[in-house]
């Protein structure tokens, strides 16, 4: 199993940019897919991207992609996910997400997450 804890959060004014962190702990870190979900206030959380330990290949909502980017380092066992030319809707927790087969959007087939860190972006 694996534990991951976010970090980087932040207030950024629109345009500007944040780079988040998921620390993950376990020692089989490489073996699985991690990926950001995010939440506002009374909505649905939703995917923002995924990365995959197989391949490396990535996946992002329409929403972000183009402005995101998620990478990992397997050596420090942290995934990423540079956020640019950010928007006020992009305001929400993100969450960081691990799993050993999932992929995309929905968050029911993700297995470990992260208590999340808050993203605020002003107008």
């Known amino acids: 199993q694996v534990q991951p804890v976010e970090s980087g959060g932040g207030l950024v004014q629109a345009g500007g940019s944040l780079r988040l962190s998921c620390a993950a702990s376990?020692?089989?870190?490489?073996?699985?897919?991690m990926g950001w979900f995010r939440q506002a206030p009374g909505k649905e959380r939703e995917f923002v991207a995924t990365?995959?330990?197989?391949?490396?290949?990535?996946y992002y909502a329409g929403s972000v992609k183009g402005r995101f980017s998620i990478s990992r380092d397997n050596a420090k066992n942290t995934v990423y996910l540079q956020m640019n030319s950010l928007k006020p809707e992009d305001t929400a927790v993100y969450y960081c997400?691990?799993?050993?087969?999932?992929?995309?959007?929905?968050?029911?087939?993700?297995?470990?997450w992260g208590q999340g860190t808050q993203v605020t972006v002003s107008s």
């Open positions: 997400a691990a799993d050993s087969a999932a992929i995309g959007s929905n968050w029911g087939s993700w297995s470990y």
């Open positions: 376990g020692r089989t870190f490489s073996r699985y897919n």
């Open positions: 990365i995959t330990w197989s391949s490396g290949s990535t």
